[in-house]
C-alpha cells in the first residue's frame, strides 16, 4: 500500500487533479476506503459520483468510475484475481496505469 500512497503523492505533487485518480486494490481495501465504507455504501460511493477527490476501490468494485490515472495495488487476493484486476484497471484508465506490487509476481501473471 505504501507504494500506492506514494505513487499518489507524486502525481499530485506533479499537478495531477485529486479527481483524476482512481486507486485500486487486489486485496484488502485501502484504509481510506475502509474507513469511508463505515459510513455506509450509498455515502462511500456518492463521493466517487462527487469527485473532487482521490477514489480508492476494489479492484473488483464494477461500480468504480473510469478515471484518466489509476494506480492498481496488488497486494493480496488469488492469482486468479489479480490476473482479472490488471485488464479491468487498464479498461478505467483513461491515459496512465500504475501498477504496484511485487515485480516477480506480476511477471508470472502476465
Given at each position: 500500500?505504501?507504494?500506492?500512497?506514494?505513487?499518489?503523492?507524486?502525481?499530485?505533487?506533479?499537478?495531477?487533479?485529486?479527481?483524476?485518480?482512481?486507486?485500486?486494490?487486489?486485496?484488502?481495501?485501502?484504509?481510506?476506503?475502509?474507513?469511508?465504507?463505515s459510513f455506509g455504501e450509498d455515502s462511500y460511493w456518492r463521493?466517487?459520483?462527487?469527485?473532487?477527490?482521490?477514489?480508492?476501490?476494489?479492484?473488483?468494485?464494477?461500480?468504480?468510475?473510469?478515471?484518466?490515472?489509476?494506480?492498481?495495488?496488488?497486494?493480496?487476493?488469488?492469482?486468479?484475481?489479480?490476473?482479472?484486476?490488471?485488464?479491468?484497471?487498464?479498461?478505467?484508465?483513461?491515459?496512465?496505469?500504475?501498477?504496484?506490487?511485487?515485480?516477480?509476481?506480476?511477471?508470472n501473471l502476465l
Amino acid at each position: 500500500m505504501t507504494a500506492a500512497d506514494e505513487a499518489v503523492d507524486v502525481l499530485l505533487d506533479s499537478g495531477r487533479a485529486p479527481d483524476d485518480i482512481l486507486v485500486l486494490t487486489t486485496g484488502e481495501q485501502h484504509p481510506w476506503a475502509q474507513h469511508e465504507l463505515s459510513f455506509g455504501e450509498d455515502s462511500y460511493w456518492r463521493q466517487q459520483d462527487e469527485g473532487g477527490d482521490v477514489f480508492f476501490a476494489h479492484a473488483t468494485a464494477e461500480r468504480a468510475a473510469k478515471r484518466p490515472v489509476v494506480v492498481l495495488t496488488v497486494n493480496g487476493g488469488t492469482d486468479e484475481d489479480t490476473s482479472r484486476a490488471l485488464p479491468a484497471a487498464m479498461a478505467r484508465a483513461g491515459s496512465l496505469l500504475i501498477v504496484c506490487g511485487d515485480p516477480e509476481r506480476l511477471r508470472n501473471l502476465l
